[in-house]
């Protein structure tokens, strides 16, 4: 292990680092419209079980690996195993992280835009979702508007990771969590108070099982890699910040437990509102950018809690963008000996040109199609990520874990790290028969239930 290598400060400060990178956009804006199109509590419930079955032990595997190594995910497979192919998996992640920040910063600075819109209060004059979806596509046909506030965001976050792990990372996450939670749990209860708030409840919580078939399954397990930040190399980054004394399962829960909690309470204070209004939840993802404005503008109050819903999905697109944007600094800190500053430099502008036909995918190229797939920029970016590399990412961590690595070994690390916990720390991968169901969670059902995803994203199942 690397000796200068910066480490998080203390385990709490991963914890909230990494809820970070988990909580995101796909938490305040993907997961409220995904479960509004799949009937609310039918989806959460099949969500609950993937995140349980697959997602929790992929993220272990993802931050051990990390911790064990100290390295990206490119250094972190090279170290582990001489055969080639897997620097190639790693760099996989590395790819995917880029991939997803060329077109996640689009909607990061969409959130920063309708910030500064709630701030001067423009909201207040829409009357109706169409009003609002009228803004929106007219502000999209401007490249520079799209283009500039894009821009903005890309500085802030690379701004944090200029200031480097502690300076920069941490600290930006312990003070952008609470702020988050905070501003979330006021939405929450606002939404509670209002006429037939109820309905969105019960559409959250009471489950319709009619709604409940093999799509929504893969749709919730395709979720849970976005929303956890699986297989792109972010945890896996996250993780090499971390001290052999820290016990990644403990860690782990609690990532997973708070990105759950977050998406809930997100979808509570989102329906509420739509339900009191009478609007469809599913509405797509025109939900928050359409829907949710002028809903939120005409309550008692609205300038206020429109101004805290697009400051808490601004702070989520942040924490994530740059849990994103870490791996490709890493990777070039790491394996090209590049400085801190000169790689974030260097990968920051990379990314940043990267994402501009993205943002031109709303006005001048918005014509332009990918290869006759029909797809635009960010269309593609979009697809490629989430759909494609995704999972691959944490089909090829299962395998490594469960057949390269051994399982035997990947628990032996484990039991490596101070739990403070005997319920929920690494005390549990102590009993034989925990040990077992996590290696048929990790050898047979994730890689199975995996790539049965990425069938079915390509339209072959």
């Not at 880029?98 to 309708?114: E, H, K, Q």
């Not at 860690?251 to 339900?275: C, E, R």
């Not at 849990?323 to 430099?345: F, G, H, N, P, Q």
């Not at 940043?352 to 269309?379: K, Q």
Request: aromatic residues 16%; charged residues 10%; hydrophobic residues 55%.
């Amino acid at each position: 292990m690397s000796n200068n290598r910066e480490q998080w400060s203390s385990k709490a400060s991963f914890i909230l680092a990494a809820a970070g990178s988990a909580v995101g956009l796909g938490n305040i804006w993907k997961f409220p419209y995904i479960a509004g199109e799949n009937g609310g509590a039918a989806f959460l419930f099949i969500y609950l079980i993937c995140i349980v079955l697959v997602g929790l032990p992929i993220l272990n595997i993802e931050i051990l690996l990390g911790r064990a190594t100290q390295k990206n995910p490119v250094g972190a497979f090279k170290t582990l195993t001489d055969k080639p192919f897997w620097k190639y998996v790693g760099a996989l992640g590395v790819f995917a992280s880029f991939t997803i920040l060329s077109f996640y910063s689009i909607v990061g600075g969409w959130s920063v835009a309708y910030t500064f819109e709630a701030l001067k209060g423009t909201f207040s004059s829409f009357d109706n979702p169409q009003m609002a979806a009228d803004f929106f596509n007219l502000k999209n046909s401007s490249p520079m508007w799209v283009i500039g506030w894009h821009t903005v965001f890309f500085l802030m976050i690379v701004g944090i990771i200029l200031s480097g792990v502690r300076a920069g990372l941490e600290k930006a996450s312990k003070f952008l969590m609470p702020v988050l939670f905070g501003i979330l749990m006021i939405l929450v209860v606002q939404g509670l108070m209002l006429p037939g708030a109820d309905g969105g409840v019960s559409f959250l919580f009471s489950p319709d099982w009619s709604k409940i078939n093999p799509q929504t399954f893969l749709l919730a397990l395709g979720h849970a890699f976005f929303t956890l930040s699986l297989g792109m190399g972010a945890m896996m980054t996250y993780g090499s910040y971390l001290s052999e004394k820290d016990d990644v399962v403990n860690a782990s829960y609690m990532v997973a437990f708070l990105d759950t909690v977050i998406a809930i309470l997100a979808g509570v204070a989102i329906f509420t509102v739509v339900f009191s209004s009478g609007y469809d939840p599913a509405a797509g993802p025109g939900l928050v950018f359409h829907v949710l404005p002028p809903l939120l503008a005409q309550l008692v109050g609205g300038y206020i809690f429109a101004l805290l819903f697009f400051l808490l999905l601004t702070i989520a697109a942040v924490t994530s963008g740059i849990s994103i944007l870490e791996v490709s600094v890493a990777y070039l800190v790491d394996e090209l000996k590049y400085s801190r500053k000169k790689a974030t430099l260097t990968m920051g502008m990379l990314v940043y040109l990267a994402a501009i036909p993205c943002a031109l995918s709303f006005n001048l190229w918005s014509d332009v199609t990918l290869l006759g797939t029909g797809l635009t920029f960010f269309d593609a970016a979009d697809f490629l990520a989430s759909n494609v590399l995704l999972p691959l990412g944490g089909f090829f961590l299962a395998i490594f874990a469960g057949y390269v690595w051994g399982i035997d070994e990947v628990v032996r690390n484990l039991l490596i790290g101070d739990s403070g916990s005997v319920y929920f720390g690494n005390s549990i991968f102590k009993s034989s028969s925990f040990k077992s169901v996590f290696s048929f969670l990790i050898r047979y059902l994730s890689p199975v239930l995996i790539f049965l995803v990425f069938l079915y994203v390509l339209g072959w199942i």
